[in-house]
């Protein structure tokens, strides 16, 4: 499993990128409002900070609402990044957001079908061609159901059919969503930094360092 980072604050996607396990961002219009910046401005910031990751999800924002005003937006934004590969057009998943997504398939560009919670709805997006399929488990939780086991039956629903599109694990709250979508088969994880950070530690590793730190002293001494 791959990691994305959930964000559009540049100074948490130049931390995670410097670390060196980045594969991709993804963005969404609530990120980057909290952010007070342009979004075209943004987007084009984090094509730059991180330009050898798969992916860099810009979502469509919410006054586009046909897929004639979803593909405006998105020939918009495949320009900022000069035609590249690595942007990626993230889209609704409405009638008109998968419309809008077998298009831009067709003329070549990564797609990511977002606000996913069944299993119907990731295969409809895979159908129409997405690259990659968000499911959201965190907000599934939040209503007293199983993100986690939505991932694990889409999982097994792309082995079934030979489905090439990845899944994206989206709305990522804390260390064991990670570690349980990693087992569930999702070909990514999008987090937060903080996610990051506290999958990085450990007690007994603090403690190691810490006795290796105190011994050495000693031996030094
Ligand atoms: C994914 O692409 C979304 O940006 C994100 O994971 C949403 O997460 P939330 O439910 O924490 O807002």
Known sequence: MKFFIDTANLAD??????????????????????????????????????????????????????????????????????????????????????????????????????????????????????????PFLGRLDDISEDGVQLVTKIAEMFRTHNIESQIIAASVRHPDHVTRVAMAGAHIATIPFSVIEQIAKHPLTEQGLEKFAADWKKAVQ
């Open 13 to 134: 996607i130049k931390k995670a990128y410097q670390v060196g396990v980045l594969s991709g961002v993804t963005t969404n219009p609530s990120l980057v409002a909290k952010e007070g910046v342009k979004f075209e401005d943004r987007i084009e910031q984090i094509l730059k900070e991180v330009p050898e990751v798969e992916s860099v999800s810009a979502e469509v924002t919410p006054d586009a609402v046909t897929a004639e005003q979803m593909i405006a937006q998105a020939e918009e934004l495949i320009k900022i990044n000069n035609y590249d590969k690595n942007i990626t057009i993230k889209l609704p998943m409405t009638l008109a957001g998968l419309e809008a997504c077998r298009y831009l398939t067709k003329k070549g560009v990564k797609t990511n079908v977002t606000l996913i919670f069944t299993v119907n709805q990731a295969l409809l997006a895979a159908r129409a061609g997405a690259t990659y399929v968000s």
